[in-house]
């Protein structure tokens, strides 16, 4: 299996992104799919997260401004990040969900990641 980020960039703070993730050599369409970010020095976090029926869940810090979404049909996850903020600096990563995201927990098999995606946001 195969992931390839994409879309990432310098941006002013309240600026706008899309990010793709191409997903291959594995079933796509019946597993969830996430983000998750890696900001200086911290750990890789969930951000969001999309089932295999559409439904999603986000990062308190960033609802209402990323939308998760998919095309099975093409194999990527799409991450849609708007209002962006100087904290919101990292390496995006697409992966199937695995770790706590505010009360839910999930635990899907990771495939081997990808080289991520650099977001940086200027203020």
């Known amino acids: 299996a195969q ?20 997903v291959s050599g594995t079933i796509f369409s019946s597993h969830a ?3 998750y ?21 986000y990062e308190d810090s960033v609802k209402g401004r990323f939308t998760i979404s998919r095309d099975d049909a093409k194999s990527t996850v799409y991450l849609q990040m708007s209002n962006l903020k100087p904290e919101d600096t990292a390496i995006y990563y ?16 990771i495939i081997p990641w990808g080289q991520g995606t650099q977001v940086t946001v200027s203020s």
Not at 94 to 109: D, I
Request: hydrophobic content about 40%; charged content about 25%.
């Open 33 to 35: 799919m996430a983000w």
């Open 94 to 109: 697409c992966n199937r969900p695995r770790g706590r995201l505010g009360s839910m927990r999930f635990a899907a098999e």
């Open 37 to 57: 970010r890696q900001g200086p020095g911290r750990e890789r976090d969930l951000v969001a997260v999309i089932r295999d029926s559409g439904n999603a869940a």
């Open 3 to 22: 992931l390839v980020e994409s879309g990432g960039g310098l941006v002013q703070a309240g600026g706008s992104l899309r990010l793709s993730c191409v």
